[in-house]
């Protein structure tokens, strides 16, 4: 390859971890064209960008971006991919689901919501890691349920309020009659 194509790659791998807020480093190897294929696939139907780097210019690119990738230079060993997702848990479900029929990928290392997780024993701990927009449903249900139970006390209170004044203006007629 090229000193000049080489500079390509990384310049690009650096604009695109640079625009990621996320992204995961995996091991595809032995996986055969058809499952790659369908990984691929897969990746294309859940927003997850797919790219298979080779270390030496990964570690390059990861140096030229101004964040401190340190801990993923113990990682950067064998065959990998990365995934760029805008959702931070997207990759992690994915690879967890598609390890149900399969042996990879294997989850080498992780960048999501500004913090690093290393080794594949960390999946379940991102799967768990709610996307933003789960938080804000989540936020949007809790802020939603107390407005419920008074708009709901209310309701029932103007009700028995209402009963109330009806039976006491019916006591009314009925005294001054």
């Known amino acids: ?3 000049e194509d080489k500079k390509l790659i990384i310049e690009s791998l650096t604009e695109q971890i640079k625009g990621a807020s996320h992204f995961y480093l995996t091991d595809i190897s032995e996986l055969n064209a058809a499952d790659t294929t369908l990984l691929r696939r897969i990746c294309f139907k859940e927003n997850i ?3 298979v780097a ?10 030229q971006v101004n964040a401190n990738y340190k801990e993923f230079e113990s990682v950067l060993k064998g065959n990998t991919s990365i995934m760029f997702s805008e959702a931070g848990n997207a990759p992690a479900k994915l690879i967890k689901d598609f390890r149900k029929k399969h042996k990879k990928p294997i989850l080498k290392a992780a960048y999501v919501e500004e913090s690093v997780y290393i080794g594949d024993d960390q999946l379940d ?3 768990a890691i709610k996307s ?3 938080l804000i449903g989540d936020v949007i249900g809790l802020l939603q349920s107390p407005a419920k139970n008074v708009i709901s006390a209310l309701q029932s209170g103007g009700t028995i309020l209402h009963g109330v004044l009806k039976t006491l203006s019916e006591k009314e007629e009925s005294a001054s009659e």
Request: hydrophobic letters at 45%.
């Open 54 to 63: 080779k270390n030496t210019l990964l570690n390059k690119a990861l140096e």
């Open 125 to 127: 701990a991102l799967v």
């Open 49 to 51: 960008q797919m790219v």
């Open 1 to 3: 390859m090229k000193r």
């Open 132 to 134: 933003k927009n789960e």
